[in-house]
């Protein structure tokens, strides 16, 4: 069973900061990336950022030099720290695990919420 939990959402300030984690467990051996997406309302979901198995990332253009993505191997856990937050990062974050076999999964979603 693959499950992905996300933590850390919450209400904060512009320019204030956030960090998220998703905690992966199940054959979490064979997952080949994991990557941050985000849904404001009215909007299409979109890639934030990812990381792969090997510790390559990328990020969207309008995050770079805001958000770092990192991994602790041990466990199982994939962060998504966020600085200088914008009211334009209000959003449903969400963690997706990719599998080497082409599978793919969803955690339930974390909301993030920056007033101005």
């Known amino acids: 069973q693959v499950q992905l939990v996300e933590s850390g959402g919450g209400l904060v300030q512009a320019g204030g900061s956030l960090r998220l984690s998703c905690a992966a467990s199940g054959f979490t051996s064979r997952i080949n990336a994991i990557g941050w997406y985000r849904q404001a309302p009215g909007k299409q979901r979109e890639l934030v950022a990812a990381?792969?198995?090997?510790?390559?990332?990328n990020y969207a253009d309008h995050v770079k030099g805001r958000f770092t993505i990192s991994r602790d191997n041990a466990k199982n856990t994939v962060y998504l720290q966020m600085n200088n937050l914008k009211a334009e990062d209000t959003a449903v974050y969400y963690c997706?695990?990719?599998?080497?076999?082409?599978?793919?999964?969803w955690g339930q979603g974390t909301q993030v919420t920056v007033s101005s």
């Open positions: 990381i792969s198995s090997g510790g390559s990332t």
């Open positions: 997706n695990a990719g599998y080497y076999n082409g599978g793919t999964y």
